[in-house]
Nanobody
């Protein structure tokens, strides 16, 4: 599956952005999906994940209550709505598609087989 992430940009602290990730090539609805980010000089971290059916979502503690992951399988798209953005949210954000049958954590990179290119989010203070 091919993934294309977009929607990043420059926003002031306290503002909002919505990232989108469009998928093509294989049935999108069979994949778990995740959003990840990598800030300069830091390791990539899992931000949020959603099951293939959309019935469960997962968030890293630092974004709980501010970010919402969702998906529209009819549109082959997963979203990340980001509210109350903080300067520490500045990073390149990536989407990834993962194996729904993987038994490990939804936060583990090992679940995800396909990665899109990143989209840069910059939050100014």
């Amino acid at each position: 599956v091919q993934l294309q992430a977009f929607g990043g940009g420059l926003v002031q602290a306290g503002g909002s952005l919505r990232l989108s990730c469009a998928a093509s090539g294989r049935p999108f609805g069979t994949y778990d999906m995740g959003w990840f980010r990598q800030a300069p000089g830091k390791d990539r971290e899992t931000v949020a994940a959603i099951t293939w059916s959309g019935d469960r979502t997962y968030y890293v503690d630092s974004v709980k209550g501010r970010f919402t992951i969702s998906r529209d399988n009819a549109k082959n798209t997963v979203y990340l709505k980001m509210n109350n953005l903080k300067p520490e949210d500045t990073a390149v954000y990536y989407c990834a598609a993962g194996n729904r049958y993987y038994s490990g954590s939804y936060y583990s990179n090992e679940r995800y087989n396909y990665w899109g290119q990143g989209t840069l989010v910059t939050v100014s203070s």
